[in-house]
């Protein structure tokens, strides 16, 4: 085989045979967008948006600079600055085809971790207008069931009392704004591109509470000169795998050392709230709307819903992928009845929409046989995803006197999932969660206590003193201790 040739911008041209490259100047481009969280769905996302717009010839004032606040983004950014911050896009259809391209929207990456100074400035800088955020549902330091600022994260207290050595996004955030506000700047528009209901209302709640602790005077400035507008986005974009790089040194002869794969599928819609201008991103494809609500609640309650339905029944069951489990009768069932018995009805209409048409597509995306997305990374974090993409559904369902049984084995299959640590067969589970201990104490103690799980009220809320749910809950959970057998219960319940 011959060599690969290494992805960096002085081969774009030799590489340009392969696939599409960037045919934009990429070095004489302002920095509009600071991007914090710079993972494979930003990339195959918000950049990918951008990356369109600048092979149309647009948006040359808005090029990205990557953010990393962890230790864990260090491997990224190292990467990135070896490939002069290019990347490979891999499109996988459902027919096998293959669309590769590369992106060139992000121009530079910056570490908070060693270097803060030069990440203030960044965001200081007078050409940043937009600072948009992929830093997970845990990223936003809240309870979930007060939805109130966690104080006492250790993070936080050593920014109160230190506020030139910013560790979280808070930090930086708070240092960056007063530096503007006193040097005579605009404000910068905060653009949350995370799985939250309402996450530009979030980012604000969340920013503001800390700033009025570190700076009252801050935090008035920031509430009347800062937008957040709220955003709604959607693409699959599973883990890179190792197969996926040797594909594209085999197949197109190019050395990327993390591309991205993706769906062909994807959907962005905003509220067009900005502080200080931006992207004409309409122009390929985002839909920006005054409201974007209706918009990113069928999402998180159906598709991103959907996904940890079949996540954690599957992980229980032993299904590896999401598509294994779509390809599965009682899975492809079973999810259908809760999308269609318990999450639709608490939807409404949505202007524009075809929810059937929606739910759809969902079967379709999920069944992507080149995807492949792991059952394991759709379970990972699931304290961080459930109380928003799941068990809010319960307790609307419970306040209408709706159908609960689909969602409420889901929590059943968590507990076992969290107390077992094992599929039905006995193999070990990965499970990746911040709240991996907590979880797994909690999940022991249903033998002493059926209701020892739900005790954990900053994820359940109140579900453990409703005696509807706890009556279906209870019986759901004793058989599937009893049986270990999740598809049995799945399949007598449809």
């Known amino acids: ?20 490259v960037p045919i934009y100047n990429r070095t004489d481009n302002k920095i509009g967008i600071v991007h914090v969280g710079v993972g494979g769905f ?8 951008l990356h369109q717009l600048r092979q149309l010839g647009e948006a040359s004032d808005w090029g990205i600079c990557g953010i990393g606040l962890r ?40 570490m908070g971790t060693t270097s803060p100074e030069r990440v203030i400035a960044r965001l200081a800088n007078a050409d940043t207008k ?38 979280t996004i808070y930090g930086f955030l708070t240092a960056a704004l007063k530096r503007r506000r006193d040097s005579g700047l605009p404000a910068f528009t905060i653009l949350s591109c995370d799985n939250i209901e309402h996450n530009g209302d979030m980012a604000r709640k969340m920013l503001l509470a800390f700033a009025k602790v570190q700076d009252e005077d801050l935090a008035k400035w920031i509430s009347q000169e800062v937008r957040f507008p709220n955003s709604m986005v959607d693409r699959i974009t599973p883990v890179t795998a190792k197969a996926d790089i040797d594909t594209l040194a ?35 494809g985002v839909q920006f709307v005054p409201d974007v609500g209706p918009y990113e609640k069928m999402k998180l309650r159906l598709l991103n819903a959907g996904h940890s339905v079949l996540g954690i029944l599957g992980a229980i069951h032993g299904h590896s992928t999401i598509n294994a489990c779509v390809e599965d009768e009682v899975f492809a069932n079973y999810l259908r009845a809760f999308l269609d018995e318990e999450a639709t009805s608490i939807l409404g209409d949505i202007k524009g929409i075809n929810l059937e048409d929606y739910k759809d597509s969902l079967f379709e995306r999920f069944a992507n046989p080149n995807i492949k997305d792991s059952v394991s990374r759709i379970c990972s974090e699931s304290s961080a995803k459930l109380p928003k993409f799941l068990i809010p559904t319960i307790h609307e369902n419970l306040a209408t006197v709706g159908s609960i049984k689909f969602a409420t084995l889901v929590l059943v299959a968590w507990c076992y999932y969290s107390d077992k640590e094992t599929d039905q067969n006995g193999q070990a ?18 033998k002493i206590n059926s209701l020892a799980f739900l005790r954990q009220e900053n994820l359940f809320g109140d579900l453990a003193k409703n005696n509807n749910f706890t009556r279906i809950y209870t019986s759901m959970l004793q058989e599937l201790y009893k049986n270990n057998k999740i598809n049995k219960l799945m399949q007598r319940m449809i």
């Open 250 to 284: 085999k197949n197109y002869g190019v050395a990327d050392e993390w591309p991205v794969t993706c769906e062909p599928f994807i959907q962005w819609v905003v509220e067009d709230k900005f502080s200080n201008g931006r992207p004409p991103f309409e122009k390929v």
């Open 130 to 167: 937009i600072v948009s955020l992929t830093i997970t549902e845990g990223g936003y330091n809240f309870n979930p069931t007060t939805g109130k600022f966690n104080f006492n994260n250790p993070d936080i207290q050593h920014e109160l009392c230190h506020p030139k050595d910013p560790i």
């Open 1 to 20: 085989m011959k060599t690969p040739i290494q992805l960096q911008q002085q081969n774009l041209e030799e590489l340009g045979s392969q696939m599409p």
């Open 429 to 446: 589970l990965k499970i990746v969660d911040a709240m991996r201990d907590e979880l797994h104490h909690a999940a022991s103690e249903t």
């Open 42 to 49: 930003h990339r195959a996302h918000q950049a990918y948006y």
């Open 71 to 110: 230790e864990a983004d260090t491997k990224l950014s190292t990467i990135l600055k070896k490939q002069d911050h290019l990347y490979t896009l891999m499109v996988k259809h459902p027919d096998g085809k293959i669309e590769p391209q590369v992106i060139g929207s992000i121009v530079d990456f910056e």
